[in-house]
C-alpha cells in the first residue's frame, strides 16, 4: 500500500459527458502528478501540481483539467469524453520542494475509466 | 532526454535471481535510474533508483556500468508474485515528470 488513495476505482460513462477523478496524496506530501495509460499509448505523464499550484505540463489535452486543494488532495477533471478516453488513470504523490527536483514518486491504485 | 531500451519479455525460474537489462546509452551527467514494475494493472510501484553507485534496498540490487550506460535489475530471489512489467526509466535531476517506456514484462515460472 503506498499511501495514495484514488476514488472511485471504476468509472463507466458515455460519450459526451464529463468525470470527476480524485486523488488524495500520502500524508505530508505536497506533490500530485497525474497519468494516464491506455492500451496504444502506455502510461504518459498528463499533469504536475505541487503545493495547490501547477508546476509541469506533459500530454494533457484542453479537455481535461486538474487542480489541487488546500488539503493538497486532487482532481482530475474529464470532459466532453470520447471513446478514446477508456484508460486507467493513476495519481502519484511525492514529498515537493520549493524547486523541481526528481522524486520518488509513489502511486495511488488508479480509476479505470471506460467511455461507453 | 535519454531514452532507455530494454527487452519486451523475459523468463525466470522462481527461486532464481532475475536480471533485468537496461540500455540507456545517452544518459547525462544528472540524470537517474529508475525502475518501477507494474503487477497486472495496479498503481506503477517503487523499487529502486541511483546515479553511478550500485545500489541495495530490500526489494532489489541496481547495477549501473561504469560508464553508465546501461543497467541491471537484480531481483535475489524471483518468486510468482514479482511477475510484472518493468520500467526503466532515465530521469534529469531538475524534472519531476517520468517517461515511461514498454518496458519489460517478466514472468516468473514454478
Known amino acids: 500500500d503506498s499511501g495514495v488513495t484514488q476514488t472511485p476505482k471504476h468509472l463507466i460513462t458515455a460519450t459526451g459527458q464529463r468525470v470527476t477523478l480524485r486523488c488524495s496524496p500520502r500524508?505530508?506530501?505536497?506533490?500530485v502528478y497525474w497519468y494516464q495509460q491506455s492500451l496504444d499509448q502506455g502510461l504518459q505523464f498528463l499533469i504536475q501540481?505541487?503545493?495547490?499550484?501547477?508546476?509541469a505540463k506533459g500530454n494533457i489535452l484542453e479537455r481535461f483539467s486538474a487542480q489541487q486543494f488546500p488539503d493538497l488532495h486532487s482532481e482530475l477533471n474529464l470532459s466532453s469524453l470520447e471513446l478514446g478516453d477508456s484508460a486507467l488513470y493513476f495519481c502519484?504523490?511525492?514529498?515537493?520542494?520549493?524547486?523541481?527536483?526528481?522524486?520518488?514518486?509513489?502511486f495511488g491504485p488508479g480509476t479505470r475509466l471506460l467511455v461507453l | 532526454d535519454a531514452k532507455t531500451t530494454q527487452p519486451p519479455s523475459m523468463d525466470c525460474a522462481e527461486g532464481r535471481a532475475a536480471n533485468l537489462p537496461c540500455n540507456h546509452s545517452?544518459?547525462?551527467?544528472?540524470?537517474?535510474v529508475y525502475w518501477y514494475r507494474q503487477i497486472h494493472s495496479q498503481g506503477p510501484q517503487y523499487i529502486i533508483h541511483?546515479?553511478?553507485n550500485n545500489e541495495t534496498n530490500e526489494m532489489a540490487s541496481l547495477i549501473i556500468t561504469e560508464d553508465r550506460k546501461s543497467s541491471t535489475l537484480i531481483l535475489p530471489h524471483a518468486t510468482l508474485r514479482d511477475t510484472a512489467v518493468y520500467y526503466c526509466?532515465?530521469?534529469?535531476?531538475?524534472?519531476?515528470?517520468?517517461?515511461f517506456g514498454a518496458g519489460t514484462r517478466l514472468t516468473v515460472k514454478p
Open positions: 502519484a504523490s511525492s514529498v515537493g520542494q520549493t524547486v523541481p527536483h526528481q522524486e520518488t514518486q509513489y
Open positions: 500524508s505530508g506530501d505536497l506533490s
Open positions: 501540481y505541487y503545493n495547490g499550484e501547477e508546476r
Open positions: 545517452t544518459i547525462s551527467g544528472n540524470e537517474y
Open positions: 541511483g546515479l553511478k
Open positions: 526509466i532515465v530521469r534529469p535531476y531538475n524534472n519531476n515528470d517520468m517517461r
